[in-house]
């Protein structure tokens, strides 16, 4: 039974299309058929994260219109073959996103993937909306700032009120995942606590993504985190994190830096 | 002595009449005694010191539990001022007190009983909600208290007639007592609120004070004044 995950937050720049393709990318090496649909029309920059933005010949849209078959506009990536992309257009906008014709590709892409992952867009208006009505599986993401929590609140009382299966009086299942944390800024309490955060928002903690500039890197580059560089801390958590989604029990830790006994000496001499 | 008697006072009288009710009990009795217990519970006081005549028409000397009928209809409180068509010779009845009938009468036809609904404990007024209360949320319950199981994020709001109890932290608006109810309170686990209200009177989070917030309080109204209490 195939699962279809929203990745959403409400806010912009807190790591939604990095998270929807390093999760998928983690998911999809664990052999899991995952398809990447990026919801944010008019803006789109999965294709972008996940290096296929020259290979882009049909969107979304296309598909919805009934310009192009849904096969005509999945892209396969060439570095796993079970992670595919349905890229968002770029010319148009979200007004273009009809309840009817997302319902029509979404139940297209539940027969043939295991996981369909969209990729919302930021805010809370139509694009969001149409991005996380089919969902039966949200990851939030937040980062460890009160503007990003109050969204991501805002966020999921939307995921709990207007989604389909929220009107047939069943709950989506809700997942917290910090993104952008930075232990040293943490420690000297410049972000909010991990614990503030989970007692605000009151959904289970799937992974804490460290701040890294691999992940900027790794984007730059036009692959995911988990792909580009699959040791760096950010790729190890996001690893995890998808495990957890597969419903391993899997303890969160924040992944660091493996470093040498003498780097670490030195570092205390300088600070 | 001649003496002179003051006039006697005039007999004041006037007419006044009552509807009495005809009872006319049909065979079986237990039958129709419960079909009564049904009629009096469906129009509650309805028989209540009504003057009620018997009409023993339909019944026979032999109708079994005859003798029981007066009985039964004073237990239900029913008063009986005269009976009809009965006979006193019936063995059955030998052993009833016979009130005095009233003579004459006109019919007035059959009487149905009006149905009024047993007055049963009011309705509670408490809204109960389980979940936490997001962002964006605005409940609105003018009919009474809200219970808030979970916290009240920032952004949200809650709107009560009555008073509002949060169990968890209350980090938006808490507005208690609309429609003028200016015993309403506010009660919290943790009180951050971003703005309370009773009856129109407001503080912000700027106003509340420092003593009382960030734990258990409770909010209420003096005179014009917000009194902000810590809760035990």
Request: proline share 7%; aromatic share 4%.
């Amino acid at each position: 039974m195939a699962k279809v995950l929203v990745v959403t937050s409400g806010k912009g720049g807190v790591g939604k299309t990095t998270t929807s393709a390093a999760l998928g990318a983690a998911l999809a090496k664990t052999g899991q058929k995952v398809v990447l649909v990026d919801f944010d029309v008019g803006l789109r920059n999965l294709d972008l994260v996940m290096g296929a933005e020259r290979r882009v010949v049909f969107d979304l849209i296309n598909v919805i219109q009934g310009d192009a078959n849904l096969a005509q506009a999945l892209i396969k990536d060439k570095r796993i073959d079970t992670l595919s992309l349905l890229p968002a257009s770029q010319t148009r906008d979200k007004d273009a996103l009809t309840p009817e014709g997302v319902a029509k590709v979404i139940d297209e892409l539940r027969k043939k993937f295991d996981w369909v992952i969209c990729d919302s867009p930021a805010g809370i208006e139509r694009g969001a909306q149409m991005a996380m009505h089919h969902a039966d599986m949200a990851v939030i993401v937040t980062n460890p700032e009160v503007s990003s929590v109050r969204d991501s609140d805002r966020i999921i009382g939307m995921l709990d009120s207007t989604t389909e299966k929220a009107k047939s009086g069943k709950k989506i299942d809700k997942h917290l995942l910090l993104t952008r944390y930075d232990p040293q800024r943490a420690a000297r309490g410049d972000m909010l606590a991990t614990d503030d955060v989970l007692e605000i928002l009151s959904i289970p903690l799937l992974g804490i993504i460290p701040e890294s500039p691999d992940v900027l890197k790794a984007s730059n580059v036009g692959a995911p985190v988990t792909i580009a560089e699959p040791e760096s801390p950010p790729a190890r958590a996001y690893a995890e994190a998808a495990r957890r989604l597969l419903g391993e029990k899997v303890e969160v830790t924040i992944p660091t830096e493996r470093k040498g006994l003498f780097d670490w000496l030195f570092k205390r001499r300088v600070s | 002595m001649s003496g002179t008697h003051p006039p006697l006072p005039r007999i004041r009288m006037s007419g006044r009449s009552f509807l009495a009710l005809t009872l006319t009990p049909e065979a079986p009795l237990e039958d129709w005694l419960v079909a009564l217990d049904h009629q009096i519970t469906r129009s509650v006081g309805f028989f209540a010191g009504k003057p009620i005549i018997l009409d023993l028409s339909m019944m026979q000397a032999d109708t079994p539990n005859l003798a029981f009928l007066l009985p039964a209809l004073k237990e239900r409180g029913i008063r009986v001022i005269g009976i009809e068509n009965g006979d006193r010779s019936w063995p059955a009845v030998a052993e009833w007190e016979w009130p005095e009938s009233p003579v004459g009468g006109r019919s007035s036809g059959p009487i149905t009983a009006p149905e009024e609904k047993p007055e049963g404990p009011p309705e509670p007024t408490t809204l109960l909600v389980e979940d936490p209360v997001r962002s964006g949320q605005h409940i609105v319950w003018p009919d009474g208290d809200i219970i808030i199981l979970g916290a009240v994020a920032s952004g949200a709001e809650v709107s009560a007639g009555g008073s509002i109890h949060v169990y968890g932290a209350l980090r938006g608006r808490a507005i208690a007592g609309i429609g003028g109810h200016s015993n309403a309170r506010i009660y919290t686990r943790n009180l951050a609120a971003e703005l309370v209200a009773i009856d129109g009177f407001y503080a912000t989070a700027e106003e509340m004070d420092p003593a009382c917030t960030e734990k258990p309080a409770q909010v209420l109204l003096s005179g014009e004044a917000l009194i902000f209490r810590p809760l035990p």
